[in-house]
Structure formats: C-alpha cells, structure tokens
C-alpha cells in the first residue's frame, strides 16, 4: 500500500493537491476497499453523511466500483488496462482520464 507521502507527491506534482477537502489512505486505516468502513471513513473526511451525495473515482472495478456502489455511492471508473473486469461492478459512468469527471457531475447535480 502506498502511503500519505507518495500519493501527496502525485498530487503536488498534478497541481491538484489544493482541490481535495479530504483524503483517507488504506495504509492508514484498519479497512482495505471494497470493505464498507473505507469507503464510510472517506465521507467522514469531508463532513458528508449520505452515500448517496457521494461519487467515487477509482480504477478497479471491483475495490473502488463494486465497493462503492455497496455503500450508496455512486461509481465512476478511470479503466486501467492491468486491472480486470469484474462482472459485478457496473460503474455510473466511464472516463477515460480524469479531466472527464466534471461533465458527469454538473448532470448528477442538475
């Protein structure tokens, strides 16, 4: 598992670590995804009480998706060619990078 640091390097060097309100890492707390408490414990991070107010973007379709559609959430899938299908991970939407998220979430707003 990745710790705080090496995800906080990619952040900073995307030029996006000033757009996250919260950040939970799997390193840091007793739950892996798909476990319902890593995805509960990241609503807690920023203040949101309802899955359904929340939308997860992750690259495995069975740890970020299937998990989070288990828990309330909405799913967006990034696809990762080194990460496999999985049957019961049906995502909201599929972005091929993650620039492409907006557009999705201006419609789910609306």
Do not use: Q
């Amino acid at each position: 598992m990745w710790p705080r640091a090496a995800h906080e390097r990619i952040f900073i060097r995307d030029e996006i670590l000033d757009l996250i309100d919260g950040a939970v890492y799997s390193s840091e707390i007793p739950w892996v995804k798909p476990h319902p408490e890593a995805f509960r414990t990241a609503m807690r991070a920023v203040g949101v009480t309802d899955p359904g107010e929340c939308v997860y973007v992750g690259d495995r379709p069975y740890d970020d998706v299937h998990g989070a559609k288990s828990v309330g959430m909405r799913a967006v899938l990034v696809p990762n060619s080194d990460v496999p299908a999985f049957a019961g991970a049906e995502p909201d939407a599929v972005i091929p990078r993650l620039a492409d998220f907006l557009g999705h979430l201006d419609r789910w707003a609306a």
